[in-house]
């Protein structure tokens, strides 16, 4: 169902504050079916976008033509008279502000003037230009700030002084600024449209280019926006917590007079705020007792459901179906999704876009090492001021790891002696002729007995001949070589139903139960080659009850639509989408017609998309691509087909389930580990958070925008260095320094490691090689839990209750083991890069003659 972004949905009834606040898990029943408003995103179509669409088609099908010897990486934007007159100006300036150096022209402060008030006269005295008096603040407003400054850590900040710190002239800030605030635009209107999470600090600032909030006044003390979060409103929508994300968390129409008790009293100012007492959220959530696949199935809600151009559509009923009258639930049809994409290709092409975002890369690198020289011991002496807490006791999630290798090799060869003595005489599997063949009878086929066995007999492990080899890191799935005993141990859906991959999963649930500050996210996989796949796996997952408080699933889907159709499962790409998605729908519109699915998917973080990523694509995502339907061809999707059709359907999906009051999901995809660049443009537009990045080292306009929008990646240099990357190589120490959301994951354990704790193993050979303190560490495991899907009430304990608040207010040291000093720094600096950009469009604006209140 495509509609415009620019139309407002309907509302068909709001949904009670009460029914909200029900719990899934809890086994209440669902409030009734009602479609409410949904916010609409703020990015409107420009003349800018045309231009920028045009402009990256052009270079897009440049990557793909056989006669384009390389891409053209740069488009002319100067002329030659008008650079040489830019530069003229810059010099005639530049001799200007030489010859009135001594000259003041700002205001004489008082002798008597405060902190904040040489705060405030430092910030204008080089740019002469002040704000109105309406900025102007009460005293006593001035001495509770000033009461907050005396809390912030004492440590030695880094400020550059001067009109301007961009280091670029005016003009190449202004056009950098306009195209990156337009970047940041399109991802919030798509992760607006799915319901997954964009920064909020972020999303103020984009606010403030419209007029609609003055961030740089609060960012020095004025206080015009109160709003209040109800953390039990409050969620990630990850999981079994059924809660809805608040729709704008800087509304500012809230006030305190409405607060109620337990509520999270959230200023807009960059540090402090009300906090909840920690009484009650002991760093360990309490533990689940009772089956937690046991639920009350809420009411069906009779919708009719069908696939139109590749994106399930939702009816009220099937007279509405007839009728054309769809829930109006939007999300961006191909169409427009293909002209976003068009746009962010033509920015990370043009060149002057590449240097600055390069610039502004090295001066946080340089800048962040800066700090630790200056405040390394400060850092470390922070934390030993806190009471049992190091890294070893704060948590930690490995939040991408595959279920079919998240045992080490050891684990699994133990495992399989033990099931050969004790099960031998199991019935497993049948052989080509369909007779049943016990477990022993497998292995006698095989000329093998337990005591042949050995770590290097199940040759599992990477090695030095699976570098860039793909295809022979898949064969060591196959433990001794033999597909047959991955699909005895290894697999959900077999002659045993899984029975034996449940037990061997359910040790490594228990190791990280013994850790108890070691989680997992385990990737379970669905195909899309039958539509009874969610069934069965739902039903292993039940049967064998499947659960940990330390654990969380992940549903991949492989991309190998190009297999199902050669060997006839699927006749087009659209029996792929049907096979994947129509479950999901049809349990959500009536969960009875498939009970043990809608049990699991509480437990269900999101969805990922996995393959060989260096394949090479055949086929480019165009306005001309032929709908799922008629996608009947032999060759395999590109990668941004497959991304936005499962986007498209998830869209859909979260609001149907939202307002059905259960659970939703987010995009987590695989992305940038080998490949085309842009594989990270789709990422980048739909995921909340991807898995690997590493091409994202060789496009710096992408990865500033990362790290603008706090996308979260999970790297596994031990994986990247058996595949892809050698170890020294790795941009994960970089991306850290630059600021970028990083956290660190296994992978493959599998494949790839020795230990027992295969996450503790990834974190210590990182610490040894780029030699991270306990403080990064810290800070990336901390960032482990905000990427994870976990709770928000498992996360509220984990990192503290007021882990949403911004700045050092969501930080609670005594958990999380990061000092206060880091978080500042880290948030001054994403502060200070948003004003950057921010100032430079607002004054573009300016000087194009929009309307616009100075903010600056």
């Given at each position: 169902m495509a509609t415009s972004m620019d139309q407002e949905p309907k509302n068909n009834g709001e949904v009670s504050e009460a029914h909200k606040k029900r719990p899934v898990e809890n086994g209440s029943l669902s409030p009734p079916f009602s479609p409410s408003r949904t916010k609409l995103p703020r990015h409107r179509p420009s003349d800018l976008d045309e231009e920028l669409s045009k402009a990256g088609?052009?270079?897009?099908?440049?990557?793909?033509?056989?006669?384009?010897?390389?891409?053209?990486?740069?488009?002319?934007?100067?002329?030659?008279?008008?650079?040489?007159?830019?530069?003229?100006?810059?010099?005639?300036?530049?001799?200007?502000?030489?010859?009135?150096?001594?000259?003041?022209?700002?205001?004489?402060?008082?002798?008597?003037?405060?902190?904040?008030?040489?705060?405030?006269?430092?910030?204008?005295?080089?740019?002469?230009?002040?704000?109105?008096?309406?900025?102007?603040?009460?005293?006593?407003?001035?001495?509770?700030?000033?009461?907050?400054?005396?809390?912030?850590?004492?440590?030695?900040?880094?400020?550059?002084?001067?009109?301007?710190?961009?280091?670029?002239?005016?003009?190449?800030?202004?056009?950098?600024?306009?195209?990156?605030?337009?970047?940041?635009?399109?991802?919030?209107?798509?992760?607006?449209?799915?319901?997954?999470?964009?920064?909020?600090?972020?999303?103020?600032?984009?606010?403030?280019?419209?007029?609609?909030?003055?961030?740089?006044?609060?960012?020095?003390?004025?206080?015009?926006?109160?709003?209040?979060?109800?953390?039990?409103?409050?969620?990630?929508?990850?999981?079994?917590?059924?809660?809805?994300?608040?729709?704008?968390?800087?509304?500012?129409?809230?006030?305190?007079?409405?607060?109620?008790?337990?509520?999270?009293?959230?200023?807009?100012?960059?540090?402090?705020?009300?906090?909840?007492?920690?009484?009650?959220?002991?760093?360990?959530?309490?533990?689940?007792?009772?089956?937690?696949?046991?639920?009350?199935?809420?009411?069906?809600?009779?919708?009719?459901?069908?696939?139109?151009?590749?994106?399930?559509?939702?009816?009220?009923?099937?007279?509405?179906?007839?009728?054309?009258?769809?829930?109006?639930?939007?999300?961006?049809?191909?169409?427009?999704?293909?002209?976003?994409?068009?746009?962010?290709?033509?920015?990370?092409?043009?060149?002057?876009?590449?240097?600055?975002?390069?610039?502004?890369?090295?001066?946080?690198?340089?800048?962040?090492?800066?700090?630790?020289?200056?405040?390394?011991?400060?850092?470390?002496?922070?934390?030993?001021?806190?009471?049992?807490?190091?890294?070893?006791?704060?948590?930690?999630?490995?939040?991408?790891?595959?279920?079919?290798?998240?045992?080490?090799?050891?684990?699994?060869?133990?495992?399989?002696?033990?099931?050969?003595?004790?099960?031998?005489?199991?019935?497993?599997?049948?052989?080509?002729?369909?007779?049943?063949?016990?477990?022993?009878?497998?292995?006698?086929?095989?000329?093998?007995?337990?005591?042949?066995?050995?770590?290097?007999?199940?040759?599992?492990?990477?090695?030095?001949?699976?570098?860039?080899?793909?295809?022979?890191?898949?064969?060591?799935?196959?433990?001794?070589?033999?597909?047959?005993?991955?699909?005895?141990?290894?697999?959900?859906?077999?002659?045993?139903?899984?029975?034996?991959?449940?037990?061997?999963?359910?040790?490594?649930?228990?190791?990280l139960e013994e850790s108890k500050y070691q989680n997992a996210e385990l990737r379970l996989s669905i195909y899309g080659r039958s539509i009874d796949e969610w069934d069965k796996l739902a039903k292993w997952a039940t049967t064998h009850m499947m659960y940990s408080d330390n654990v969380r699933w992940m549903i991949q889907m492989p991309r190998l639509y190009d297999v199902y159709h050669a060997n006839k499962l699927c006749s087009s790409f659209q029996d792929f989408l049907t096979n994947t998605f129509q479950p999901l729908f049809e349990v959500t519109n009536d969960p009875s017609s498939h009970p043990e699915l809608h049990a699991f998917l509480n437990h269900i973080s999101g969805f990922d998309s996995v393959d060989d990523e260096s394949k090479p694509e055949h086929l480019m995502l165009d306005k001309d691509s032929p709908l799922p339907a008629d996608w009947t061809l032999p060759h395999n999707p590109p990668y941004s087909y497959y991304l936005y059709y499962m986007y498209a359907n998830m869209v859909v999906l979260n609001n149907f389930r939202r307002q059905r009051g259960l659970c939703q999901f987010v995009l987590r995809p695989h992305c940038g580990e080998a490949g085309n660049v842009t594989h990270l443009v789709s990422g980048f537009m739909l995921a909340e958070s991807i898995a690997h990045g590493l091409v994202l080292r060789k496009v710096p306009v992408l990865q500033y925008l990362f790290y603008l929008s706090q996308i979260g990646i999970a790297m596994s240099p031990l994986s990247n260095n058996s595949l892809f990357l050698n170890y020294h190589r790795n941009p994960l120490p970089e991306y850290f320094n630059r600021g970028l959301n990083v956290s660190l994951s296994t992978d493959d354990p599998l494949q790839f490691h020795f230990t027992k704790e295969p996450l503790m193993e990834e974190y210590s050979i990182a610490a040894q090689v780029w030699k991270f303190s306990t403080c990064d560490m810290c800070e990336i495991a901390r960032n482990s839990v905000l990427q994870s899907g976990f709770p928000h009430e498992v996360k509220k304990h984990w990192l503290g209750p007021n882990y949403l608040s911004e700045g050092i207010s969501g930080n609670d040291v005594s958990r999380t083991n990061v000092p206060d000093i880091r978080v500042v720094y880290r948030y001054d600096t994403l502060v200070e890069e948003l004003r950057c950009i921010c100032r430079g469009a607002k004054e573009l604006d300016n000087t194009e003659g929009k309307p616009a209140k100075t903010l600056w």
């Amino acid at each position: 169902m495509a509609t415009s972004m620019d139309q407002e949905p309907k509302n068909n009834g709001e949904v009670s504050e009460a029914h909200k606040k029900r719990p899934v898990e809890n086994g209440s029943l669902s409030p009734p079916f009602s479609p409410s408003r949904t916010k609409l995103p703020r990015h409107r179509p420009s003349d800018l976008d045309e231009e920028l669409s045009k402009a990256g088609e052009s270079l897009h099908y440049s990557m793909w033509s056989d006669e384009a010897v390389q891409v053209k990486f740069e488009l002319p934007r100067y002329p030659i008279q008008e650079k040489e007159s830019r530069e003229y100006f810059e010099r005639q300036l530049s001799m200007r502000h030489l010859g009135k150096q001594g000259q003041s022209t700002t205001p004489v402060q008082p002798i008597n003037s405060t902190p904040l008030d040489r705060q405030y006269h430092s910030k204008h005295r080089l740019s002469g230009v002040y704000p109105k008096a309406e900025y102007i603040l009460p005293s006593q407003v001035i001495s509770e700030l000033e009461e907050e400054l005396e809390l912030l850590p004492d440590f030695q900040r880094i400020n550059v002084s001067g009109e301007d710190s961009s280091g670029v002239p005016f003009k190449d800030l202004q056009a950098a600024s306009k195209m990156l605030v337009l970047a940041l635009m399109i991802r919030e209107k798509y992760m607006a449209l799915s319901k997954q999470t964009f920064p909020r600090l972020t999303t103020r600032f984009l606010e403030s280019l419209e007029g609609e909030g003055d961030f740089d006044a609060l960012k020095f003390g004025q206080i015009k926006n109160t709003s209040i979060i109800d953390p039990d409103k409050f969620t990630e929508s990850r999981g079994s917590t059924q809660v809805d994300k608040l729709e704008d968390h800087s509304d500012g129409n809230s006030s305190s007079e409405n607060s109620d008790e337990g509520q999270i009293i959230v200023n807009s100012g960059p540090y402090y705020e009300l906090k909840q007492t920690q009484t009650d959220h002991p760093i360990h959530p309490p533990p689940t007792y009772g089956d937690p696949f046991k639920v009350e199935l809420p009411p069906p809600a009779h919708c009719f459901l069908r696939f139109e151009k590749g994106v399930m559509v939702v009816y009220s009923s099937e007279k509405a179906a007839e009728e054309n009258k769809p829930f109006d639930w939007p999300h961006p049809n191909l169409e427009e999704f293909i002209k976003d994409q068009n746009i962010l290709f033509a920015m990370i092409s043009d060149g002057p876009l590449k240097s600055f975002s390069y610039r502004r890369l090295s001066y946080l690198a340089n800048k962040f090492q800066l700090h630790v020289l200056l405040n390394e011991l400060k850092e470390s002496a922070a934390q030993k001021e806190v009471p049992h807490r190091d890294f070893y006791n704060v948590h930690k999630v490995d939040t991408h790891v595959h279920a079919s290798s998240g045992m080490n090799q050891k684990h699994l060869l133990r495992f399989i002696k033990k099931t050969m003595k004790t099960n031998k005489d199991d019935v497993v599997c049948k052989n080509e002729s369909g007779e049943c063949m016990t477990l022993a009878q497998v292995f006698k086929s095989m000329n093998l007995t337990p005591y042949d066995l050995s770590v290097d007999m199940l040759d599992v492990h990477a090695d030095r001949n699976t570098f860039h080899r793909f295809d022979k890191f898949n064969a060591k799935y196959n433990p001794v070589g033999e597909s047959r005993l991955r699909e005895v141990f290894m697999k959900t859906d077999n002659h045993i139903n899984g029975l034996y991959f449940a037990k061997v999963i359910k040790e490594v649930m228990e190791d990280l139960e013994e850790s108890k500050y070691q989680n997992a996210e385990l990737r379970l996989s669905i195909y899309g080659r039958s539509i009874d796949e969610w069934d069965k796996l739902a039903k292993w997952a039940t049967t064998h009850m499947m659960y940990s408080d330390n654990v969380r699933w992940m549903i991949q889907m492989p991309r190998l639509y190009d297999v199902y159709h050669a060997n006839k499962l699927c006749s087009s790409f659209q029996d792929f989408l049907t096979n994947t998605f129509q479950p999901l729908f049809e349990v959500t519109n009536d969960p009875s017609s498939h009970p043990e699915l809608h049990a699991f998917l509480n437990h269900i973080s999101g969805f990922d998309s996995v393959d060989d990523e260096s394949k090479p694509e055949h086929l480019m995502l165009d306005k001309d691509s032929p709908l799922p339907a008629d996608w009947t061809l032999p060759h395999n999707p590109p990668y941004s087909y497959y991304l936005y059709y499962m986007y498209a359907n998830m869209v859909v999906l979260n609001n149907f389930r939202r307002q059905r009051g259960l659970c939703q999901f987010v995009l987590r995809p695989h992305c940038g580990e080998a490949g085309n660049v842009t594989h990270l443009v789709s990422g980048f537009m739909l995921a909340e958070s991807i898995a690997h990045g590493l091409v994202l080292r060789k496009v710096p306009v992408l990865q500033y925008l990362f790290y603008l929008s706090q996308i979260g990646i999970a790297m596994s240099p031990l994986s990247n260095n058996s595949l892809f990357l050698n170890y020294h190589r790795n941009p994960l120490p970089e991306y850290f320094n630059r600021g970028l959301n990083v956290s660190l994951s296994t992978d493959d354990p599998l494949q790839f490691h020795f230990t027992k704790e295969p996450l503790m193993e990834e974190y210590s050979i990182a610490a040894q090689v780029w030699k991270f303190s306990t403080c990064d560490m810290c800070e990336i495991a901390r960032n482990s839990v905000l990427q994870s899907g976990f709770p928000h009430e498992v996360k509220k304990h984990w990192l503290g209750p007021n882990y949403l608040s911004e700045g050092i207010s969501g930080n609670d040291v005594s958990r999380t083991n990061v000092p206060d000093i880091r978080v500042v720094y880290r948030y001054d600096t994403l502060v200070e890069e948003l004003r950057c950009i921010c100032r430079g469009a607002k004054e573009l604006d300016n000087t194009e003659g929009k309307p616009a209140k100075t903010l600056w």
